[in-house]
Nanobody
Framework: QVQLVESGGGLVQAGGSLRLSCAASGRTFSNYAMGWFRQAPGKERELVAVINWCGGSTYHANSVKGRFTISKDHAKNTVYLQMNSLKPEDTAVYSC????????????????????WGQGTQVTVSS
């Protein structure tokens, strides 16, 4: 059974940093793309970043480019989202998701394209 468990959320002041972790278990993820999504109250879920487990190619949304970085640790089966220069508009529930790609590079933004989801972690940025 696939499990994705996020951690690292919390309350931070504007300009601060947080690092989110997504620990994956239940299968070999070399054939998967891993995405970070966020959803703020009253807004649709949006893609923040994607990393392809095989090859390591990444995609970052324009709204976070230069501030957020997605990365992975094969040994720990964990994907990270390093968030710097946080803004109040980054406040949301952040969730990680996994999509089977068969090692094809993927950067899709549609939540419905992803096969597995974590429970989410709250990030609140105060002004």
């Amino acid at each position: 059974q696939v499990q994705l468990v996020e951690s690292g959320g919390g309350l931070v002041q504007a300009g601060g940093s947080l690092r989110l972790s997504c620990a994956a278990s239940g299968r070999t993820f070399s054939n998967y793309a891993m995405g970070w999504f966020r959803q703020a109250p009253g807004k649709e879920r949006e893609l923040v970043a994607v990393i392809n487990w095989c090859g390591g190619s990444t995609y970052h949304a324009n709204s976070v480019k230069g501030r957020f970085t997605i990365s992975k640790d094969h040994a720990k089966n964990t994907v990270y989202l390093q968030m710097n220069s946080l803004k109040p508009e980054d406040t949301a529930v952040y969730s990680c998701a996994a999509k089977f790609t068969g090692r094809t590079s993927f950067s899709g933004s549609a939540p419905s394209a992803y096969d597995y989801w974590g429970q989410g972690t709250q990030v609140t940025v105060s002004s």
